[in-house]
C-alpha cells in the first residue's frame, strides 16, 4: 500500500494516494506507518496543515507512535512552529522504548535541526532520569554541557556516574577533564592516584600522574611513572585518543623530565620517538632543535626542525630565538 501510495504521489495525485491509504485505514486501523505515509505525502504537496492534522490524529490512537511525533516535529518545522517541534521531538523520546531506540532517534533529530538548544539540553537531562544506569547517558549529558563551556554542571553529572559505574573508563577521563578545565588541583590529583589503580593500563591517567609530578619537580617519580607507561603492551583505550597519541605525549614529558636529570641519551631517544609519533609538534621540534645546537650535534637537522617551527608561527619569540641560534653556530 505504502508503495503504490507513493507512486500515486509521484504522479502528482496526492488526493489517490490519500484515498488509498484511508480506504486500507478503514480496514484496519491499527497501522502504525500509513498515517506518517499518508501525512508526508500531503505535507509533500504543501498541505502542511491537513498533514499535521494526520499526525495528530495518530498520535491520538497511537501514543506510542515515535515516527508520528518525529514526522510531526518535521511538519511544525515546515510551518515555523519552534515550540511544536520541541515538544513533538521531547514527546517521542520521552516513550517507553529501549535507550538504544532513542539515541538513534536523538541522532536523527539533531542531525536534522529539529530541536532548539534548550530542547536538545532538556532531553539529555531526561534521558538521565529515564535510564538512570546507563552510563553512555551521562556522558552525552556532560559533553554536551562541556561543549558549551558549563563546566561546573558537568562535573557533578560525571560524578555521580563514577559512583554508579567506577570500572567506567570513559567517564573517568571525562571527570578528570573536568576537574582540569575547574582548575581543581587537589582533586584532579587525588582522583588520578585513585584512577591509576582502578585503570592500570591507561597511559591517560599515567600521564596525568607524571605530569602531576613534574610539576611538582618530583623527577625520579615522575620518569618512574613515564617508563613504566611505556612498559604497557596493552594500553586501554579511552576511546577519546589513541595510543600513539598519548605515547607521544609521554615521550614529549619524558624528554623535558630528562633534560631536568641531565640524561643526554635517554632525552635524545625521548625526542626522536616524540617527533616519530607527530612531526607536527612544533614545541617538541624547537626543543629537540635547540637541545641538539646546546650539544653541538647534528645543527643541520636542528636547522631544519627548527625552521618548520618558525614557518609554521612566524612570530613566536621562542622558536625565532631558537632558530637565531642555530643560524649563529652554523
Same mark, same amino acid.
Given at each position: 500500500?505504502?508503495?503504490?501510495?507513493?507512486?500515486?504521489?509521484?504522479?502528482?495525485? /496526492?488526493?489517490?494516494?490519500?484515498?488509498? @491509504?484511508?480506504?486500507?485505514?478503514?480496514?484496519?486501523?491499527?497501522?502504525?506507518?500509513?498515517?506518517?505515509?499518508?501525512?508526508? @505525502?500531503?505535507?509533500?504537496?504543501?498541505?502542511?496543515?491537513?498533514?499535521?492534522?494526520?499526525?495528530?490524529?495518530?498520535?491520538?490512537?497511537?501514543?506510542?507512535?515515535?515516527?508520528?511525533?518525529?514526522?510531526?516535529?518535521?511538519?511544525?518545522?515546515?510551518?515555523?512552529?519552534?515550540?511544536?517541534?520541541?515538544?513533538?521531538?521531547?514527546?517521542?523520546?520521552?516513550?517507553?522504548?529501549?535507550?538504544?531506540?532513542?539515541?538513534?532517534?536523538?541522532? /536523527?533529530?539533531?542531525?536534522?535541526?529539529?530541536?532548539?538548544?534548550?530542547?536538545?539540553?532538556?532531553?539529555?537531562?531526561?534521558?538521565?532520569?529515564?535510564?538512570?544506569? /546507563?552510563?553512555?547517558?551521562? @556522558?552525552?549529558?556532560?559533553?554536551?554541557?562541556?561543549?558549551?563551556?558549563?563546566?561546573?554542571?558537568?562535573?557533578?553529572?560525571?560524578?555521580?556516574?563514577?559512583?554508579?559505574?567506577?570500572?567506567?573508563?570513559?567517564?573517568?577521563?571525562?571527570?578528570?577533564?573536568?576537574?582540569?578545565?575547574?582548575?581543581?588541583?587537589?582533586?584532579?590529583?587525588?582522583?588520578?592516584?585513585?584512577?591509576?589503580?582502578?585503570?592500570?593500563?591507561?597511559?591517560?591517567?599515567?600521564?596525568?600522574?607524571?605530569?602531576?609530578?613534574?610539576?611538582?619537580?618530583?623527577?625520579?617519580?615522575?620518569?618512574?611513572?613515564?617508563?613504566?607507561?611505556?612498559?604497557?603492551?596493552?594500553?586501554?583505550?579511552?576511546?577519546?585518543?589513541?595510543?600513539?597519541?598519548?605515547?607521544?605525549?609521554?615521550?614529549?614529558?619524558?624528554?623535558?623530565?630528562?633534560?631536568?636529570? /641531565?640524561?643526554?641519551?635517554?632525552?635524545?631517544?625521548?625526542?626522536?620517538?616524540?617527533?616519530?609519533?607527530?612531526?607536527?609538534?612544533?614545541?617538541?621540534?624547537?626543543?629537540?632543535?635547540?637541545?641538539?645546537?646546546?650539544?653541538?650535534?647534528?645543527?643541520?637537522?636542528?636547522?631544519?626542525?627548527?625552521?618548520?617551527?618558525?614557518?609554521?608561527?612566524?612570530?613566536?619569540?621562542?622558536?625565532?630565538?631558537?632558530?637565531?641560534?642555530?643560524?649563529?653556530?652554523?
Amino acid at each position: 500500500v505504502t508503495e503504490w501510495a507513493n507512486l500515486y504521489a509521484a504522479w502528482m495525485s /496526492e488526493r489517490s494516494a490519500v484515498k488509498l @491509504i484511508d480506504r486500507y485505514l478503514a480496514d484496519d486501523p491499527s497501522c502504525y506507518s500509513l498515517p506518517v505515509t499518508k501525512a508526508k @505525502i500531503q505535507s509533500y504537496a504543501g498541505h502542511d496543515v491537513e498533514a499535521a492534522q494526520t499526525l495528530r490524529e495518530e498520535i491520538q490512537y497511537h501514543p506510542n507512535n515515535a515516527t508520528a511525533y518525529i514526522a510531526l516535529a518535521n511538519v511544525y518545522l515546515k510551518l515555523n512552529n519552534r515550540a511544536g517541534v520541541d515538544n513533538a521531538v521531547a514527546k517521542a523520546l520521552s516513550l517507553d522504548t529501549d535507550y538504544e531506540d532513542k539515541v538513534e532517534l536523538l541522532s /536523527e533529530v539533531v542531525e536534522k535541526h529539529y530541536i532548539s538548544d534548550s530542547a536538545h539540553l532538556n532531553i539529555l537531562r531526561n534521558l538521565v532520569v529515564q535510564h538512570p544506569n /546507563e552510563g553512555d547517558a551521562y @556522558i552525552r549529558y556532560a559533553n554536551y554541557l562541556l561543549n558549551a563551556k558549563n563546566v561546573d554542571e558537568a562535573v557533578p553529572v560525571m560524578e555521580k556516574l563514577v559512583l554508579i559505574q567506577p570500572d567506567n573508563l570513559s567517564a573517568a577521563v571525562y571527570l578528570a577533564g573536568g576537574y582540569v578545565s575547574l582548575n581543581d588541583t587537589a582533586k584532579l590529583r587525588s582522583y588520578v592516584d585513585t584512577c591509576v589503580s582502578l585503570f592500570p593500563n591507561s597511559l591517560f591517567f599515567r600521564l596525568q600522574k607524571a605530569g602531576a609530578l613534574y610539576a611538582s619537580q618530583q623527577f625520579d617519580s615522575c620518569r618512574q611513572i613515564l617508563r613504566g607507561a611505556l612498559e604497557i603492551e596493552q594500553p586501554e583505550e579511552d576511546n577519546f585518543q589513541t595510543t600513539p597519541f598519548y605515547k607521544q605525549r609521554i615521550y614529549s614529558l619524558l624528554s623535558s623530565v630528562c633534560m631536568q636529570q /641531565e640524561r643526554t641519551e635517554e632525552m635524545f631517544e625521548a625526542f626522536k620517538m616524540a617527533v616519530v609519533l607527530d612531526s607536527e609538534d612544533l614545541f617538541i621540534l624547537n626543543n629537540y632543535a635547540y637541545m641538539l645546537s646546546q650539544h653541538g650535534l647534528e645543527l643541520d637537522k636542528a636547522e631544519r626542525m627548527s625552521r618548520k617551527t618558525i614557518e609554521a608561527d612566524p612570530n613566536n619569540p621562542t622558536f625565532l630565538d631558537t632558530y637565531a641560534w642555530i643560524l649563529y653556530l652554523r
